[in-house]
């Protein structure tokens, strides 16, 4: 299965396959040339449909966990001030995106989307001390009434050119529903309450949807 955003540019990048393979087989009359490019071509193909994959997550709902948003690897854990929402401490859990991860991002907990705010920036790298405050970014801010109110931030990075963000102010929440994409991109950032038990550690690879990055 793949993600919707995806379709327009798989579609695209099928026509522009097929078109070079003709084109190569035409004009190219190398054998070894021929063989080279083909394989180019398909590992390019290869590469779009991996980008732009939706596998089904098996969610285990649960009020008391918030769960990763997004596949990737737990690059920080600390507590820092947040400064758009919050405007007070919280625990952060960052979780960057390699661009050969699944880059559907989904919502943490269940709950109402109380905050959804889009940020125009920069493009700096997604491990830049500056990328969640210089970088083209969301913040959305989801609430139930067990856990709280937890932030998730995407923001992208170097080869991440859009961000999509489906969260609306208003809109209901449901644990492990897809909530946005990031097209070529980068890291989700989460804010917690400071009593949340966290549930990961540096460096260990999470999945969206099913892995629990923390506990009330």
């Given at each position: 299965?793949?993600?919707?955003?995806?379709?327009?540019?798989?579609?695209?990048?099928?026509?522009?396959?097929?078109?070079?393979?003709?084109?190569?087989?035409?004009?190219?009359?190398?054998?070894?040339?021929?063989?080279?490019?083909?394989?180019?071509?398909?590992?390019?193909?290869?590469?779009?449909?991996?980008?732009?994959?939706?596998?089904?997550?098996?969610?285990?709902?649960?009020?008391?966990?918030v769960?990763?948003?997004?596949?990737?690897?737990?690059?920080?854990?600390?507590?820092?001030?947040?400064?758009?929402?919050?405007?007070?401490?919280?625990?952060?859990?960052?979780?960057?995106?390699?661009?050969?991860?699944?880059?559907?991002?989904?919502?943490?907990?269940?709950?109402?989307?109380?905050?959804?705010?889009?940020?125009?920036?920069?493009?700096?790298?997604?491990?830049?001390?500056?990328?969640?405050?210089?970088?083209?970014?969301?913040?959305?801010?989801?609430?139930?009434?067990?856990?709280?109110?937890?932030?998730?931030?995407q923001?992208?990075?170097?080869?991440?050119?859009?961000?999509?963000?489906?969260?609306?102010?208003?809109?209901?929440?449901?644990?492990?529903?897809d909530?946005?994409?990031?097209?070529?991109?980068?890291?989700?950032?989460?804010?917690?309450?400071?009593?949340?038990?966290?549930?990961?550690?540096?460096?260990?690879?999470?999945?969206?949807?099913?892995?629990?990055?923390?506990?009330?």
């Amino acid at each position: 299965m793949f993600h919707k955003e995806g379709h327009k540019i798989i579609l695209i990048t099928f026509i522009l396959v097929i078109a070079s393979y003709l084109l190569i087989d035409k004009f190219v009359s190398i054998n070894w040339l021929q063989i080279l490019l083909f394989i180019a071509l398909g590992v390019f193909l290869f590469l779009i449909l991996q980008f732009f994959r939706n596998p089904k997550r098996n969610t285990i709902n649960n009020d008391q966990h918030v769960l990763s948003p997004v596949d990737g690897k737990v690059v920080v854990i600390e507590e820092v001030y947040e400064s758009e929402y919050f405007k007070e401490n919280r625990l952060q859990v960052s979780v960057f995106m390699s661009p050969l991860n699944v880059h559907v991002t989904r919502y943490p907990i269940n709950g109402k989307v109380l905050f959804s705010k889009y940020h125009p920036g920069k493009y700096l790298v997604a491990w830049h001390p500056k990328a969640s405050e210089e970088n083209e970014r969301t913040t959305v801010v989801v609430e139930n009434s067990t856990y709280g109110k937890v932030l998730y931030r995407q923001i992208a990075g170097a080869l991440a050119k859009r961000i999509v963000n489906y969260a609306k102010e208003g809109d209901s929440a449901i644990q492990g529903d897809d909530s946005g994409f990031i097209k070529f991109g980068s890291r989700v950032d989460l804010f917690l309450p400071l009593d949340t038990k966290i549930k990961v550690a540096l460096n260990e690879k999470v999945r969206g949807g099913e892995s629990i990055i923390a506990e009330i």
